[in-house]
């Protein structure tokens, strides 16, 4: 399959519509048709249905799965034309989870294309898991993970450790200076599980009230459910920030949740990662 062909299958798949297609692609009804039959041919499957009455086309059983698949298709394409544009000698991809991407980062973002003004500078945000992983798999540079994984392959420093803090919406009054952990109902907490000694001293608490009703792995997520419950435990550097917004609280709690650690992770040999040793030990002096 061509990428012209990809690309005039996928546009019948949104529009919904062969004619529409050819006229959106400037090419004749029977060119689109017969790119479709191409494709259909050459897997000898049947991609599209016609619905009696009506100038819409659906996609088959086969056709649902093979557009997924084409979706994946032009992805990989954009990518090896992407290859021609961009020296990946000045690229540098980092993978970093997404509370630390938002609230600690930027200004080290902001420096390194300052520093480096010719460089492309690649964030993916993942999951500490995951990070690991693209590392392992040389999809990524650095890694900025929040779990410590052994590995002969790495070379690991601890970056920052960070407390955490429980955040309140302002429209929820807490009369004390001092919150007990069995004041807070687990039914009205956003859940994020911040590692493995988090998930320890979160059981501690809680466990024996069962599981809590919101789980998510997104600040954001986090901030768009606060207005419907109560609470939540977040890094010191996303309480702060909520705090200046004069929409939060900041609350001590008698027995308060494991500071959490941030580690700088990179491939052995890998050549790029001098170019943010400098600024990253401006700012965190590891």
């Known amino acids: 399959m061509s990428p012209t062909q990809l690309k005039t299958f996928i546009k019948i798949v949104k529009l ?8 959106y692609l400037n090419v004749s009804q029977s060119t689109v048709s017969q790119r479709l039959k191409s494709i259909e041919d050459e897997y000898n499957i049947r991609l599209l249905k016609r619905n009696k009455g009506t100038n819409i086309v659906s996609l088959t059983t086969e056709g649902e799965a093979f557009y997924k698949i084409a979706l994946r298709w032009k992805e990989l394409i954009n990518e090896a034309q992407d290859i021609k544009k961009y020296n990946t000698e000045n690229e540098l991809v980092i993978g970093v989870v997404d509370s630390v991407s938002n609230y600690i980062f930027p200004e080290i973002y902001k420096r ?11 964030i993916r945000t993942h999951q500490s898991n995951e990070i690991y992983s693209l590392l392992r798999n040389k999809e990524i540079d650095i890694g900025f993970p929040l779990t410590d994984r052994v590995s002969s392959s790495f070379i690991k420093d601890k970056l920052f450790e960070e407390n955490m803090k429980l955040i309140m919406k302002r429209q929820f009054n807490f009369h004390t200076n001092l919150i007990k952990n069995n004041q807070l109902n687990i039914k009205n907490e956003i859940f994020i599980n911040w590692g493995s000694e988090f998930q320890e001293w979160h059981n501690k608490y809680w466990s024996f ?3 809590q009703p919101l789980q998510t792995d997104t600040i954001q997520t986090l901030l768009n459910m606060m207005e419907s419950h109560h609470w939540a435990i977040v890094p010191e550097s996303v309480a702060k920030a909520l705090e200046k917004q004069n929409n939060y609280y900041i609350l001590p709690l008698e027995n308060e949740p494991p500071s959490r650690t941030c580690y700088y992770v990179r491939n052995k040999n890998n050549y790029k990662t001098h170019i943010l040793d400098s600024i990253l030990h401006e700012f965190f002096m590891f």
């Open 16 to 23: 919904e519509s062969i004619s529409k297609a050819a006229i």
């Open 112 to 122: 390194l294309l300052k520093k480096h003004p010719n460089m492309k500078l690649v």
């Open 209 to 211: 009230l069962g599981v």
